[in-house]
């Protein structure tokens, strides 16, 4: 089945405490995306890659960091989370960044930072 | 930057009533346009995709309408039912690699 798949679906963590969310896809994409979900603002971007060792910061991409060394994997790093980051992560993927193709979503990651 | 707008941002609607959702955008360059489900704690499930070169698409009891020089793009949901409950999102890009969400009209359908 082609899916976006995203580990864990939740997450407990303290301010400080470096972790990271996966995200891998199974679909040949050659785009990925991070998203974050907030009551009120939608979804906005936070990073993207278009293929392996391309990145791009999205709309707010401080305190998070990517990394593309595989096609099929995009993870998503926070160094020191801290409670501002407390949301709801998205992974997608495309067959293309050239947005003539659709978005898949991965079922999301609730985070909270105590 | 590409903004996106959705009006309303909630609705509830009798079952059997045909929904309406709106979605503008400001950026006439739009290379596609996206519609989204979301239900509640889940993610976002593709519903219609329509290219900047398409006036509409349809799937079953969903058409979707893309006028470019407006601006605006036009969910219709014929004939509602409860488990069309959810949060609708569109998105467009008109930027490489970028996509752009409004941030969603939630409906609920009552039986």
């Known amino acids: 089945e082609a899916q976006v798949t995203q580990n864990p679906r939740y997450l407990i963590t303290v301010t400080g405490k470096k972790l990271t969310v996966t995200c891998s896809q199974n679909m040949n994409h050659e785009y990925m995306s991070w998203y974050r979900q907030d009551p009120g603002l939608g979804l906005r971007q936070i990073y993207y890659s278009m293929n392996v060792e391309v990145t791009d910061k999205g709309d707010v991409p401080e305190g998070y960091k990517v990394s593309r060394k595989e096609k099929r994997n995009f993870p998503l790093i926070l160094e020191s989370p801290s409670p501002n980051q407390t949301s709801l992560y998205f992974c997608a993927s495309s067959f293309s960044g050239l947005i003539n193709y659709g978005y898949t979503f991965g079922s999301g990651t609730r985070l909270t930072v105590v | ?111």
């Open chain 2, 1 to 111: 930057k590409q903004e996106v707008t959705q009006i309303p941002a909630a609705l509830s609607v009798p079952e059997g009533e045909n929904l309406v959702l709106n979605c503008s955008f400001t950026d006439s360059a739009i290379y596609n346009l996206q519609w989204f489900r979301q239900d509640p704690g889940k993610g976002l499930t593709s519903l219609l995709l329509i290219q900047s070169s398409q006036r509409e698409q349809t799937s079953g009891r969903l058409n979707a309408s893309l006028d470019k020089s407006s601006g605006r793009s036009t969910l219709y949901i014929a004939a509602s039912q409860p488990g069309d409950s959810a949060t609708y999102l569109c998105a467009g890009g008109a930027s490489w690699g970028k996509l752009q969400f409004g941030a969603g009209t939630q409906v609920v359908v009552t039986p």
